[in-house]
Structures are given as C-alpha cells and as structure tokens.
C-alpha cells in the first residue's frame, strides 16, 4: 500500500517562511506528478504546486515567487518552500501524487492527511 505523509506545518508570523516536506512510502518504483494542494476553510482544494518526474513545475499565480516546489533524486520525497507567507496562506496542504508504480501494482491519485498552516499575528 503507498501512503504520502506529509509535516512541516504550523504556525507563522505574516511574511516568515516554512517549509513542508512530503514521504512517500510502499515499495515505490516511480511517481508520475507529486503535487502540494490546500484547502482554506470554506474554500475549495486548489492546486498549489505540482512537480512532473521529468523536472518541470508548475505553481498556482498566487504563490509565484514565494512558493518553491521541489523532489528529492529519488522522487519519492517532496518539499514545498514556502517564503512571504500572508494571512490567505493559511490552510491544510495536500500532498498527492498522480500515478504511482510499486513492485506490486499501480496506484493513482493518492492523498496524504495534510498539514495545517496558520500565517497570523
């Protein structure tokens, strides 16, 4: 079974940084597109970041400039940089991963529990 388990969240002053980091785990061989959403309370999940196995990124408007996204050699571990952080950050971050290839079979689009952020005074 894969599982994404994501940490690094908490809770930051207007304009600090944090940095969120994501473990995949179960046997992986390759993981197409990991990719870091987040849902603000009452506000829909929305694509923050999203990392392809060839090197690409892409990154939502909002974060452009602030945000940097980035997967280990291995691909199996994801990190989300997160500078000039503002109130309209806060949320729970996602982790997912699209396609993911195991010994055993393939799996797709897999969720971690999520990390809270809170950016306030």
């Known amino acids: 079974q894969v599982q994404l388990v994501e940490s690094g969240g908490g809770l930051v002053q207007p304009g600090g940084s944090l940095r969120l980091s994501c473990v995949a785990s179960g046997s992986i061989i390759s993981i197409n597109v990991m990719s870091w959403y987040r849902q603000a309370p009452g506000k829909q999940r929305e694509l923050v970041a999203a990392?392809?196995?060839?090197?690409?990124?892409n990154y939502a408007d909002s974060v452009k400039g602030r945000f940097t996204a980035a997967r280990d050699n291995a691909h199996v571990t994801a990190y989300l940089q997160m500078n000039s952080l503002k109130p309209e950050d806060t949320a729970v971050y996602y982790c997912?991963?699209?396609?993911?290839?195991?010994?055993?079979?393939?799996?797709?689009?897999?969720w971690g529990q999520g990390t809270r952020v809170t950016v306030s005074s």
């Open positions: 990392m392809k196995s060839d090197g690409t990124t």
């Open positions: 997912n991963a699209d396609r993911v290839v195991t010994m055993a079979t393939v799996w797709r689009d897999i």
